[in-house]
């Protein structure tokens, strides 16, 4: 279990999260969503104890993580921009990744390759967004980490590699009884593949809860996302109107 | 885990750490062994006396910048993954904490460092044994070397290290890194400057414009044992090499006192890494300034350098101006790095690194003590530069004082001393200290002296008043107090009433014993007074035992006793060769000395009239007859109506001839003088090296070969008789110039040569000017 108890963080005096409690359950994917700039991708990188919350703390499974190697040992964080060394091919990041990880496997790092067809000895640098991120998938999961977080995990793959991608993790968490946090834009893959749903909205967390009572409440998370959010659409008609004025 | 990490970084570095090795292979074992005409294999170069030599002679500063650079580099390459966000956030997420990943980085540069610095120390070690063999001190200069070097070389890591772990960006980093090394030299380099421009007469890295210097090390030599690039580079030129003198067969023993000194310096850096990557905050990977303290830390090194620069320029024209300016320039970039620290809105005490440390946030927590701190940092400076080193703003006490050492002003002919020298066909200079132990004359030169610190820095420019002028000149103070310590002042300049002030110490018994010895006499020797030996040898000389020794010769001793000898007269246009047997130069020196002791100050130095004729001592031989003028190796004796037993003895002998000795004044055989006002800054090019104000004249085959050859302007030329011989009446063929006056150059009829002469007085010359 993952519990955020009432974490605040800020970027050189500007507050980023404001006192932000929830819990991530064993065996179960949780979803946080928020606008641009909520605060997701910081509040993931608090829980994976690269940050030092400034108030509050994580505890996975009951340990705070700040500096605590044994619980970062498993945890693996895949972000939006996953580091790749300079040149580097897959095989190459493999090595990088599993002297680092104790619990790398590569039984399922070679399953993986084969799976999403990318060639060990290919360079990453040629790689298209979302062959990149493919090969920050396949990193994640053949780490097998116990506290799995997930950042903008869609983005850049295609409609296909979305859904697998969804179904991947679903038998990640049953085989392994991961706790795994995602981030994403992507709502409508999001909802089919999360249990629980918390939402930060101005720094704050607006919302937490399992998925089944927002599509009670509101039919789709997309619905409930989108009333939640205050867009002045007003401001956005006629920009182009007199652009040019040729 | 560790295991892996500790892989990759000896991996990432080895790279820099391989071209490292490789440049100290060539600037090590190669430029010592390999380099043709310059190896240790070679009996020409060793002459069977160079009993090692590791470094060769012009690789020390290249093997020891090298060194610092490799250093800097390799530490910067080791941390520099802290300023990538997407790499920082990679390795604080592994399961490593982050102390660990710090003693990884630094085992795995400090590893590479010492293999790149000791193998190619190694290969000149062997290379050594095999052309020289084995020496006593060999091995332990070795050793000492190779360890010294290594500190340098991580002490500069380190100070990238602390850089990378503060910064958010690469240039920041370099930026930070690089102030952190240079930060000792720049607030020596401000002190130095502080203490030449503030402190009036001290002599802290102040070398003499003749003679061998620095009188006393600089601010930047006194501060090089805490410098991280300078601290072992005495030690590296020193023991590098042993070539064998005469006196010793042994080097002097290693002293690792400042090895050890780093070495501690270095755990103590190390640790502060320790602390600063513990308290990282990720975030400020990619963001440039988020610490402002650790900005105003570094900036201040640079701030202060600029400043002191500035203001080192400026003080040249005046020391207000100069204050002025450097502050302000001090300020302004100040200013630049607090504004690029807070992006323009007073932030500081945010960010990473010592920002966040409590122990800085009070100084830099407001906008006022960012301000008020590195200003009280500059001014603590500046007063530690004026009080520090010792009270040279007020001078010892007479009764304290032992001995007293002060520069000669006076004639080169009676100079008994051992000097240092310059000289031209046109004008000399020479360098030398008198002693005074007498307690009358002790208080004299501290009379003297007063006069200098009082009078203050003078600009190098000309004045209303002529005697107010100053000049470049070498005015020296060195007091030997009755407890031992000594305790030198010296002057760069002085202006003509201190010179002739200055000249006023020939009449004291100190320096007639000195013009005794000079010409060729035994009293100083002889005086137990001055309790020195019998022996009138130049060690006994009055101004030996003050370091200002140049072979231990006194010139016009051994121009006097060793000389040929030529007689002429005023108008040099006639010279007569007098030989003289060993007897004969005796009675002649024991003539002059009679009636030398016998003139006036006034007679000697501002006479009234024309020599009746010149007598000339010289070892140059018939070269100095083509100009008649001043050098090191020759004498003149200017014989006046005050020789007479010089003109008795040279008479009895038949060796005064009238007709060499008749042109004092005859104004009916000048042709024209061309006349030029006397001005060090008349024209162009002011004078940047010293001059005797005490003028001979000379010879020259040019019509403007003045004293001072510069561009005067227009010279003013007498063809009238009239003018001529009102003229030729007033000139001086020696004189000490510190009153207005013209230089005088004569032609007389039916002589292709110039003769240059003094006149002295104010005058109109444009008036004598024929139309």
Not at chain 1, 25 to 37: P, Q
Request: hydrophobic share 45%; net charge negative.
């Amino acid at each position: 279990m993952i519990e955020i108890k009432g974490v605040s963080k800020g970027y050189f005096g500007t507050s980023v999260l404001d006192g932000i409690s929830f819990a991530a359950d064993t065996g179960a994917v949780c979803g946080l969503i928020g606008y641009n700039g909520a605060g997701k991708t910081t509040l993931l990188r608090v829980v994976c104890g690269v940050y030092r919350p400034e108030a509050g703390c994580v505890l996975l499974d009951g340990e705070p993580v700040y500096e605590n190697a044994a619980k970062k040992a498993e945890t693996f964080m895949l972000t939006e921009d996953l580091y790749f060394l300079p040149g580097a091919t897959l095989g190459a990041m493999r090595d990088f990744y599993a002297g680092y990880v104790p619990r790398w496997d590569d039984a399922v790092f070679a399953r993986l390759c084969a799976a999403f067809r990318l060639e060990r000895g290919q360079k990453i640098g040629s790689f298209s967004k979302g062959m990149r991120r493919q090969a920050g998938i396949i990193l994640a999961f053949a780490a097998r980490p116990r506290y799995l977080l997930l950042d903008e995990i869609f983005d850049g793959l295609d409609l296909a590699m979305r859904r697998v991608t969804r179904a991947l993790l679903a038998d990640y968490v049953r085989e392994t009884d991961a706790t795994v946090i995602v981030t994403s834009h992507n709502l409508r893959e999001l909802e089919d593949g999360i249990d629980k749903i918390a939402m930060i909205r101005q720094n704050r967390l607006a919302y937490v809860g399992p998925v089944a009572e927002i599509r009670e409440k509101h039919g789709t998370l997309e619905e409930y996302f989108l009333g939640e959010r205050e867009v002045d659409e007003a401001a956005f008609a006629g920009v182009f109107a007199d652009g040019r004025g040729d | 885990m560790f295991r892996h990490d500790m892989k990759r970084c000896l991996r990432e570095g080895l790279p820099l750490a391989a071209a490292g090795f490789f440049v100290l292979l060539v600037l090590i074992p190669f430029g010592t062994a390999a380099v043709p005409g310059d190896s240790i294999f070679e009996v020409a170069v060793t002459h069977e006396q160079m009993k090692y030599r590791l470094i060769a002679d012009g690789f020390v500063p290249a093997v020891q910048g090298f060194s610092v650079l490799l250093g800097f580099l390799l530490g910067f390459a080791m941390f520099r993954f802290v300023l990538d966000p997407g790499r920082s956030q990679t390795f604080f997420s592994f399961g490593m904490p982050r102390g660990a990943l710090y003693r990884n980085r630094f085992a795995a540069g400090a590893l590479l460092l010492f293999l790149a610095v000791f193998l190619p120390l190694a290969a000149a070690l062997v290379l050594n044994l095999a052309a020289l063999g084995g020496y006593p001190g060999l091995a332990a200069a070795w050793l000492y070397l190779a360890f010294g070097l290594f500190a340098t070389a991580l002490a500069s890591f380190c100070c990238a290290m602390l850089g990378c772990l503060l910064a958010g960006t690469a240039p920041e980093s370099l930026f930070f890194g690089a102030s952190l090394l240079a930060l000792p030299y720049a607030v020596s380099y401000a002190a130095g400057i502080f203490l030449k421009h503030l402190l009036w007469g001290n002599p802290y890295g102040v070398s003499p414009y003749l003679g061998p210097g620095p009188l006393a090390p600089s601010a930047s030599a006194l501060a090089a044992p805490f410098d991280p690039v300078l601290f072992f580079y005495n030690d590296l030129a020193k023991y590098r090499m042993f070539y064998r003198p005469l006196e010793t067969d042994t080097p002097d023993p290693v002293n690792p006192a400042i090895v050890f000194l780093w070495a501690a310096a270095i755990i103590v850096l190390a640790v502060l890494g320790l602390h600063l990557m513990r308290g990282r905050k990720a975030e400020q990977a990619g963001f440039s300034w988020k610490s402002p303290a650790a900005l105003h830390v570094c900036a201040f090194g640079p701030s202060l350098f600029a400043g002191a620069f500035v203001f080192g320029l400026a003080a040249a024209v005046s020391l207000w101006f100069g204050c002025a300016l450097g502050a302000a320039v001090y300020a302004g970039c100040l200013w630049l790095a607090r504004r690029t620290a807070a992006g323009g809105k007073p932030a500081a005490g945010q960010g990473g690194g010592i920002a966040s440390s409590p122990a800085w946030q009070p100084l830099f927590a407001k906008n006022a003590a960012g301000v008020v701190v590195p200003v009280a940092l500059a001014l603590a400076l500046a007063a530690g530069a004026v009080i520090g080193y010792g009270a040279y703003a007020s001078l010892p006490d007479a009764a304290d004082v032992k001995q007293v050492s002060v520069s000669y002003v006076g004639s080169p002919n009676t100079l008994g001393a051992p000097a240092y020298g310059s000289s031209a066909d046109t004008s000399y200079y020479d360098s030398a200290l008198y002693s005074y132990s007498d307690s009358d004359e002790i208080a004299a030169a501290i009379e003297l002296h007063a006069r200098f610190a009082a009078d203050g820095r003078r600009p190098l420019a000309g004045q209303d008043v002529f005697a107010e002028t100053a000049v470049p000149y070498d005015v020296r103070f060195a007091y030997t107090m009755k407890d031992g310590k000594t305790k030198t002042w010296y002057y760069d300049r002085a202006s003509f009433a201190q010179l002739r002030a200055l000249l006023e110490t020939e009449k004291t018994q100190t320096a007639f014993l000195a013009r005794d010895y000079a010409l060729g006499g035994g009293l100083y020797a002889a005086d137990p007074a001055l309790g020195a030996s019998a022996d009138a040898v130049a060690g006994a000389a009055p101004g030996a035992g003050n370091g200002n020794a140049d072979g231990g010769l006194v010139w016009a001793r051994e121009a006097y006793l060793g000389g040929a000898v030529y007689l002429t007269d005023p108008t040099f246009r006639e010279m007569f060769s007098i030989g003289l047997s060993g007897e004969d130069r005796a009675g002649l020196l024991a003539a002059i000395r009679a009636d030398e002791a016998a003139l006036s100050f006034e007679e000697r130095y501002f006479p009234q009239g024309e020599p009746l004729g010149i007598l000339m001592f010289t070892q140059a031989g018939e070269d100095d007859l083509a100009a008649w003028s001043y050098h090191l190796n020759n004498a003149f004796v200017f014989v006046g109506e005050g020789h007479a037993k010089t003109l008795a003895f040279l008479k009895e002998r038949d060796l005064w001839l009238e007709k060499y000795t008749a042109g004092a004044a005859r104004a009916d055989e000048i042709e024209r003088v061309i006349m030029q006002d006397y001005d060090p800054y008349i024209g162009m090019n002011a004078p940047a090296f010293p001059q005797s104000p005490y003028f001979m004249a000379y010879l020259s085959g040019r019509p403007d070969a003045f004293r001072i050859i510069k561009d005067f302007g227009k010279a003013d030329e007498a063809r009238d008789p009239a003018a001529i011989e009102q003229i030729a009446k007033e000139l001086r063929s020696n004189y000490y110039l510190t009153e207005p006056g013209c230089l005088v150059c004569v032609q007389y009829k039916g002589s292709d040569k110039w003769v240059y002469k003094f006149w002295p007085g104010e005058h109109d010359a444009a008036q004598h000017e024929m139309e």
